[in-house]
């Protein structure tokens, strides 16, 4: 005798039931995959931040004043340079006063730019996984790097000066 429609129903019934598991477990594992990814992006926005913000101060508070007043190593008084080693000095106390929101720093590097007039700032870092954590044979942390530069500028130097006729600024490149 040849089954029925009610019949083949009745053999089926429940089969959706085993696939439900699967597909709440895909979507648990996607959602830990973008949570897991934006917090990698985050710490990537954060140490940008942290290097601009380093380049920023190390560009102004490390210009050096000897060679604004009396020149110097081929300037003339009133030449821009920064002091590379006191450029270190301001990036890493810049960096280390910053809250980092989750995001270890593992290293800063400080570079001369524009003939010693700026600083290029580096910043690397780390950021904990939530949930590869729970995966073994998985890197538990997302390494992260910004880099920002920062150039001081004459106010009379043109178009990306800061500041009025005459003041010194900030410029940023890297």
């Known amino acids: 005798m040849r089954p029925t429609v009610g019949d083949r129903a009745d053999a089926e019934a ?21 949570v897991d990814s934006a917090l990698a992006f985050l710490g990537q926005r954060e140490v940008s931040n942290a290097a601009a913000a380093a380049a920023n101060d190390a560009a102004t508070a490390a210009l050096s004043d000897r060679l604004f007043y009396r020149g110097g190593e081929g300037r003339a008084a009133g030449a821009l340079a920064v002091d590379l080693g006191r450029a270190r000095e301001v990036a890493s106390r810049s960096i280390a006063a910053r809250s980092s929101r989750g995001v ?54 043109g178009e990306g000066a800061v500041g009025g006729e005459g003041q010194a600024g900030v410029r940023t490149d890297c």
């Open 14 to 34: 429940g089969s959706v039931l085993a696939l439900v598991p699967a597909a709440v477990l895909v979507l648990v594992v996607l959602g830990a995959i973008a």
């Open 104 to 157: 270890e720093v593992t290293g800063v590097d400080v570079e001369p730019a524009e003939g010693g007039r700026g600083v290029c700032v580096t910043v690397h870092g780390r950021v904990p996984y939530v949930f590869a954590r729970s995966v073994p044979l998985v890197d538990h942390w997302a390494a992260v790097t910004g880099r920002a530069g920062a150039v001081a500028v004459a106010g009379d130097e």
